[in-house]
């Protein structure tokens, strides 16, 4: 099981919009590297959803529910989309700021690469965010 990052705007669609509808497709996403990471992503692989906008913050975990199809919202067939579920909020959002101020994420994409909106999270990383957001 590999482990994600995906980044959306909350005003265009937040965590709680995510629970209430219980899954969603997550579409849209059109830069070459976020959709060879998309591309790669496969059920089962558990996402970290970022709120981007004021809150640049992670705050809660999401489920694959399928692996990559051809996403119905490009009209050029050459993007893919996944289908998400949320499984819990984080107690504590992580903020980029407490993020960056860790030197242990100085090499990560969410750092380097702010405007990329899937990344995958290494193990190590994807524990110490656990661990942030759970105090």
Known sequence: MAHWLFKEEPETYSFADLERDGSTTW??????????????????????????????????????????????????????????KPLRQLAAPVSLATIKADKAFASWELVKQARLSVMPVPDDLWARIEALGAE
Do not use: I, W
């Not at 990471?37 to 959803?49: A, C, I, N, P, S």
């Open 27 to 84: 579409t849209g996403v059109t830069n070459a590297l976020a959709q060879k990471h998309l591309r790669t992503v496969k059920k089962g692989d558990l996402v970290f959803f970022y709120a981007t906008g004021k809150l640049k913050s992670v705050v809660g975990v999401m489920e694959v529910a399928a692996d990559p199809t051809p996403d119905p919202t490009d009209t050029t067939g050459k993007c893919v989309a996944v289908t998400v």
